[in-house]
Nanobody, 120 residues
């Protein structure tokens, strides 16, 4: 079993910054892609940012230039630095990891979500 635990959400005024963390633990062989998704009230969950094991990144157009995804492979942790936050960034943020377990199978795991609220 693998657990993903997120932290770092909160309430911040527009223009402010937050840093989210997501640490994976458990039966981990290697972790391929790690992602941050977000889901605003009444909307579908959307991919905000992704990072490969080798450090290649990709961003949704709505966050490009403001958010930075990074990871520490030694700690099995992914981060999301969010700057210049806007009220429309308000959402529950979820991390997702594609984990190769020690016996070779690949599974997708989700964190429990962390609330980010940006006040106008």
């Amino acid at each position: 079993q693998v657990q993903l635990v997120e932290s770092g959400g909160g309430l911040v005024p527009a223009g402010g910054s937050l840093r989210l963390s997501c640490a994976a633990s458990g039966n981990i062989g290697t972790i391929n892609t790690m992602d941050w998704y977000r889901q605003a009230p009444g909307k579908q969950r959307e991919l905000a940012a992704t990072i490969t094991n080798g450090g290649r990144t990709n961003y949704a157009d709505s966050v490009k230039g403001r958010f930075t995804i990074s990871r520490d492979n030694a700690k099995n942790t992914v981060y999301l630095q969010m700057n210049s936050l806007k009220p429309e960034d308000t959402a529950v943020y979820y991390c997702n990891a594609e984990v190769v377990v020690p016996w070779g199978k690949t599974y997708s795991y989700w964190g429990q979500g962390t609330q980010v609220t940006v006040s106008s």
